[in-house]
């Protein structure tokens, strides 16, 4: 079955700065990966998703890159800030009519003031 | 647009009790999942209800039963609850054939 492996466990960055968390998965079939933001005590929050026919999607601070030939995905967050210190999750599945997402371990992120 | 919704928040039980806990997906999403999230660990699957049938199960005993209802709600029930069942339960919808799924705020289940 499937297998997704993130890391790092846990990354510090100064405010500003870029920070880049990688997710490699173990089955060539998997076709979606979204990336999940979750803050102490909530809901897990979709940020970006990408779709296996695309190799990187913006939306302003926030990037994702896929190489599908290594099997592996990363989150970009550029121009940290405060608010970004959350633990991110990735995932990945196959399909879109049986699906079930396949996660990471989550990356706990810490911006330093 | 009403998001995810779940109920309770909070719910605190003894070992060997059950629990229903409810959940009413994002406006024209049909299909609901069921994830544990053990706390400092990802989000665990266990099932996911479409059509008001359990399409796929994650890696949890018979002792998790769900249910979906016509409207597309969905409840799930954990029996003869464990020590180990605390957790955050968190539903998620997405609408079928698109993939992108956004979770409930949970409802954390604390069992003693």
């Known amino acids: 079955g499937e297998n997704v492996e993130q890391h790092p466990s846990t990354l510090s960055v100064q405010e500003g700065d870029s920070a880049v968390i990688k997710c490699t998965y173990s089955?060539?079939?998997?076709?979606?990966f979204p990336w999940y933001k979750q803050e102490l005590g909530k809901r897990p929050q979709l940020i970006i998703d990408?779709?296996?026919n695309v190799g990187e999607k913006k939306d302003q601070r926030i990037a994702v890159t896929l190489n599908k030939t290594a099997k592996h995905f990363s989150l970009h967050i550029t121009e940290t800030q405060p608010e970004d210190s959350a633990v991110y999750f990735c995932?990945?599945?196959?399909?879109?009519?049986?699906?079930?997402?396949?996660w990471g371990a989550g990356t706990k992120l810490i911006i330093k003031p | 647009d009403a998001g995810v919704t779940q109920s309770p928040t909070h719910l605190i039980k003894t070992r060997g009790q059950q629990v229903t806990l409810r959940c009413s997906p994002k406006?024209?999403?049909?299909?609901v999942s069921w994830y544990q999230q053990a706390l400092g660990q990802g989000p665990q699957f266990i099932f996911q209800?479409?059509?008001?049938?359990?399409?796929q199960r994650g890696n949890f005993p018979d002792r998790f039963s769900g249910h979906q209802f016509p409207n597309y709600s969905s409840e799930l029930n954990v029996n003869a609850l464990l020590l180990g069942d605390s957790a955050l339960y968190l539903c998620?919808?997405?609408?079928?054939?698109?993939?992108?799924?956004?979770f409930g705020p949970g409802t954390r289940l604390t069992v003693t």
């Open positions: 998620a919808s997405s609408l079928e054939g698109t993939g992108s799924v956004y």
């Open positions: 406006s024209g999403h049909d299909t």
């Open positions: 209800y479409y059509e008001e049938e359990e399409r």
């Open positions: 089955d060539s079939a998997s076709n979606y």
């Open positions: 990408i779709r296996s």
């Open positions: 995932a990945a599945s196959k399909g879109y009519r049986e699906y079930q997402l396949i």
